[in-house]
């Protein structure tokens, strides 16, 4: 019975990790999750600044390593080449064109063809201005890890009111007249 929730989330370690049976994976994604929104949200620290301070912190790391390993005589710390070549540079610039591209058309149908896309990305902007996302995304981690290994645990239980819900749902249709148009073509 449990195998089908398991299953249904995709039966990998993702699954695991959402119906708590990998414990420490599930440990770390809530942790992680609540620390950053803390961090981001509540304590008033921005990305910039966190990603700034951490390599500030690598960078002072590699450095007191570095100097330690020459007074040691112990070997240096494995810090890779830091150079980005041509052929990489060339290629997340055509990367980066085609997707500016892309979006370009995008704008170009939205503004000339009167396109529906306009109405959803307003639709969608308006509903970000209610929500901040870092909170959003918070929420919805909570609720993956919280609601599959709930239903899992009261599948039965839910099963039966949803049951109930569809029976009574299902009445209820049955009971409302048809509209003027279907009763128009049965005529």
């Known amino acids: 019975m449990g195998d089908s929730v398991h299953q249904a989330l995709g039966g990998g370690s993702v699954a695991d990790v959402l119906l708590w049976r ?14 950053s929104w803390f961090l981001f949200e509540r304590a008033g620290y921005n990305l910039l600044s966190f990603l700034s301070n951490v390599l500030l912190l690598l960078v002072v790391i590699l450095f007191l390593w570095a100097k330690s390993a020459s007074i040691l005589n112990r070997p240096l710390p494995p810090v890779p080449n830091m150079e980005i070549s041509e052929d ?19 704008a170009r149908e939205i503004t000339i063809d009167r396109n529906w896309v306009g109405f959803v990305l307003w639709v969608i902007s308006y509903v970000g201005s209610l929500f901040n996302f870092l909170t959003f995304v918070y929420y919805g981690i909570l609720l ?24 009574v749902i299902h009445s209820i249709q049955r009971k409302v007249p048809r509209s003027l148009s279907k009763e128009k073509k049965t005529q």
């Open 88 to 106: 990489i540079a060339t290629r997340a610039a055509d990367g980066l064109r085609v997707w500016i591209n892309g979006v370009l058309s995008i």
């Open 22 to 35: 990998n414990r420490n994976g599930a440990i770390i994604l809530l942790f992680s999750s609540s620390a």
């Open 144 to 167: 993956s890890l919280s609601i599959p290994v709930l239903y899992e645990k009261y599948r039965d239980h839910i099963d039966d009111k949803l049951n109930s819900v569809h029976r």
